[in-house]
């Protein structure tokens, strides 16, 4: 069964410190793997989309790496913000021979909350 | 831009009534998707669109149904409400193409009681 697990399952930081979320996944083969980060009550927003022969894709003080040969991902967010206090939401798509589905699998998320 | 509006918001349902949650798009996405969250839980995928006229059973479609006639429309019936059903609904749309991002909804939170 195409599985996504994250870890840790919730993280509590101080602002200004660094953080990383990890990602491990069976899903096989895929098309791409993708960061979410989802605000309480809002829907998920896309942060990083990687293929799997991208080691490493940044977007401010995101950066996601991927190694597609051990099936792990992590996101490494910098310089922690109260605004960061969010899930992070780990995401694969299916894909089966050349055609992509368009499925998207799901982590269960890590909880970053950031204290002042 | 519009993007993916789900409507509504908020909807408290009791058991045994049914439903429409609507969802439309207006950037011409060829997918469509719905998931439920519950609590602490991740996203999963109840059903999911590829096109017009197309959809396919998600990893929970039980108790649920969908019709997808446009491009922009992709609604989720509940014909029978039951208190499992309880949960957070996100409508999603992306485009066919290879690594593109997809675009989610508001959320529509729904109680069973």
């Known amino acids: 069964k195409n599985q996504v697990e994250q870890s840790p399952q919730s993280l509590i930081i101080l602002e200004g410190k660094n953080c990383t979320l990890q990602?491990?996944?069976?899903?096989?083969?895929?098309?791409?793997l993708r960061w979410y980060k989802q605000d309480t009550g809002r829907g998920p927003v896309s942060l990083t989309i990687m293929t799997f022969s991208e080691n490493t894709k940044s977007n401010g003080r995101y950066t996601a790496t991927l190694d597609a040969d051990t099936k792990q991902s992590s996101l490494h967010i910098t310089a922690s913000q109260l605004s960061d206090s969010a899930s992070y939401i780990c995401?694969?798509?299916?894909?089966?021979?050349?055609?992509?589905?368009?499925?998207?699998?799901f982590g269960q998320g890590t909880t970053l909350q950031v204290k002042p | 831009n519009a993007g993916v509006t789900q409507t509504p918001k908020f909807r408290i349902l009791k058991i045994g009534q049914s439903m429409t949650l609507q969802c439309t798009q207006d950037m011409n996405h060829n997918y469509m998707y719905w998931y439920r969250q519950d609590p602490g839980m991740g996203l999963k995928l109840i059903y999911y669109s590829v096109g017009a006229g197309i959809t396919d059973k998600g990893e929970v479609p039980n108790g649920y149904n969908v019709s997808r006639s446009t491009t922009e429309d992709f609604p989720l019936r509940l014909e029978l409400a039951a208190p499992s059903q309880t949960s957070v609904y996100f409508c999603a749309s992306s485009s066919p193409r290879e690594n593109t991002e997809a675009f989610f909804g508001q959320g529509t939170r729904l109680t069973v009681v």
């Open positions: 990602c491990n996944y069976t899903v096989s083969p895929f098309s791409n």
């Open positions: 995401v694969v798509s299916e894909t089966h021979g050349s055609g992509n589905t368009g499925k998207l699998i």
